[in-house]
């Protein structure tokens, strides 16, 4: 059920893949839903690897969606805050390597300013509730 919700409110099937990258509004939709937020918490919970899923990198389009989900919520008034397609696919191949590397043992960018958005970012979005009345997308924290 939390999946077809997901897929509905966020205009996207992750998988199977229809081999397509979402478009803006998808990403926004995505990133906005609950169900999809509580699908992409728990793939990073249940500590699902780096792999892809139908060519599409599982772990690091969640993280990439959750990120773009608190941003959403901190700046709620910026129109610039949901990125194209390609800027969506930059960020999300951009996790997936720093999730490889880290796996590997090997550098992986984590004195960057943008690798701290992301952990502080993704921290905050474990540590927010749904409110109880479910009316807007809206958290208590």
């Known amino acids: 059920?939390?999946?077809?919700?997901?897929?509905?409110?966020?205009?996207?099937?992750?998988?199977?893949?229809?081999?397509t990258h979402p478009t803006p509004k998808q990403?926004?939709?995505?990133?906005?839903?609950?169900?999809?937020?509580?699908?992409?918490?728990s793939i990073l919970l249940a500590g699902i690897p780096e792999c892809e899923l139908s060519n599409f990198p599982i772990r690091s389009a969640a993280e990439t969606l959750l990120k773009i989900g608190v941003d959403i919520d901190k700046y709620p008034g910026s129109d610039n805050i949901v990125p194209s397609t390609d800027r969506f696919i930059e960020m999300m191949h951009w996790r997936r390597d720093v999730n490889l590397a880290r796996a590997a043992g090997l550098p992986c960018d984590s004195e960057s300013k943008l690798?701290?958005?992301?952990?502080?970012?993704?921290?905050?979005?474990h540590y927010k509730r749904p409110r109880a009345d479910h009316q807007?997308?809206?958290?208590a924290g």
């Open 27 to 41: 990403i926004g939709a995505m990133s906005r839903s609950l169900a999809c937020r509580a699908i992409f918490t």
């Open 115 to 125: 690798y701290a958005e992301y952990a502080s970012n993704f921290l905050h979005s």
């Open 136 to 139: 807007n997308a809206q958290y």
């Open 1 to 19: 059920m939390v999946f077809q919700t997901c897929v509905s409110e966020g205009r996207y099937k992750i998988f199977p893949s229809s081999g």
